[in-house]
């Protein structure tokens, strides 16, 4: 059986060599006589493993030093709770941006622990097509962070540019556009992102925080969840995602291999570009989202004649492309396009949906 195209929106495809690599290593971890997955997280071979993971993302991402990089469980929704109960003590409130169902889900788990201000919303309809504008964040200097999603992963709506707070510390959700591009660390307070969509596999959340931020946790915080107590433990105060956090290693120095995260922003680029090229062609199908805000990890598209929806997804599973029904809660289709997609993969999924409209449409 040839390896599917995987469009799934995550857990998502990873790169086979990363997949060819995990399985030579399976059984005998370079001459340990053991599976990574069988090693204390205390011995020194995972020690070795989680320090190399961490100094490869550090290097990726030229995380500054004053910056602390976290391994940690719970996924991106625990950090909608996570978030708050860390950072909300410094000032007592926060300031929230809506841009899509992820960054409203951060936001109504967040106003559990404490008062929550939307600082600017592109809800229009019940449906959200944009990045509110820089000039729409009506911004409170005395919040203790401002928080947004670069990249929302049902509606594809993401945000190309830095938002500048003004000093307020800025707090991102990118679960699902970390490592797809150049960012500049040093302009936010905290960055968090689950791995399964563009860095790993499931059950590692990493996060990135600023040290002058930590050590504000609300006093009912579990441990287990305080940044703090974390750092302090490197990441170990409880048992870290180890197999993981090993794949997400193999991922870096795979990205590293392939030249960086300049590399990745030009494949990205490349690929989104076939698939949002031939959208703004065609008769048959569509992508609403504001063509400056179009996300280029999830493309979500629509059939002219919805009732063909099944009859699509059918003919592209036969064809070896899989994974691209959309979120239950919009519809249509989704194209997920991370870093580990092959253009080959944008480009097979283009020419069937060429097909599909000229016998459709
Ligand atoms: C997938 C996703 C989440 C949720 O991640 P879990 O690991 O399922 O908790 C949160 N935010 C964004 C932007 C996502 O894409």
Redesign the pocket.
């Known amino acids: 059986m040839p390896r599917v195209f995987n469009f799934s929106?995550?857990p998502a495809t990873l790169p086979e060599p990363v997949l060819r690599q995990a399985a030579d290593e399976m059984l005998d971890w370079r001459g340990s006589g053991m599976s990574v997955m069988e090693m204390s997280h205390r011995g020194k071979e995972f020690m070795s493993i989680q320090a190399e993971a961490e100094a490869s993302l550090r290097e990726l991402l030229a995380i500054p030093p004053n910056y602390t990089v976290l391994f940690l469980q719970g996924?991106?929704?625990?950090q909608n709770a996570i978030v708050p109960m860390n950072l909300i003590g410094r000032t007592g409130r926060a300031d929230y941006v809506l841009s899509g169902d992820?960054s409203k889900r951060s936001a109504d788990e967040a106003a559990h622990f404490g008062p929550i201000r939307i600082a600017a919303s592109s809800e229009e309809g019940g449906r959200y097509l944009r990045m509110p504008a820089p000039s729409e964040w009506k911004l409170d200097p005395g919040a203790a962070y401002v928080h947004y999603?670069a990249?929302?992963?049902i509606g594809g709506v993401e945000c190309f540019w830095t938002p500048d707070t003004g000093g307020v510390p800025l707090v991102s959700?990118m679960?699902?556009n970390l490592l797809s591009r150049p960012i500049d660390v040093s302009r936010y307070g905290l960055i968090y992102a689950?791995a399964?969509?563009n860095v790993g596999m499931?059950g590692l959340?990493l996060v990135i925080v600023r040290e002058d931020l930590l050590g504000h946790a609300l006093p009912t915080t579990p441990s287990v969840f305080n940044y703090q107590i974390q750092a302090k433990a490197d990441s170990m105060y409880n048992t870290p995602p180890t197999y993981a956090i090993y794949i997400a290693g193999l991922v870096f120095k795979h990205v590293q291999s392939l030249g960086g995260l300049a590399a990745m922003e030009a494949h990205n680029r490349a690929k989104a570009a076939v698939l949002y090229d031939f959208l703004d062609q065609s008769r048959f199908f569509s992508n609403p989202v504001e063509p400056a805000d179009r996300s280029r990890m999830n493309v979500p598209f629509w059939l002219r004649d919805t009732s063909l929806d099944e009859v699509f997804l059918k003919g592209a599973q036969a064809r070896g492309l899989v994974q691209l029904k959309g979120h239950r809660s919009v519809g249509g289709m989704r194209a997920s396009i991370y870093n580990a997609m092959p253009i080959e993969g944008v480009r097979a999924l283009v020419d069937y949906m060429r097909e599909f409209e000229a016998r459709h449409g």
């Open positions: 929106p995550g996924g991106g929704i625990g992820w999603c990249n929302e992963t959700d679960s699902s689950g399964q969509k499931s959340t």
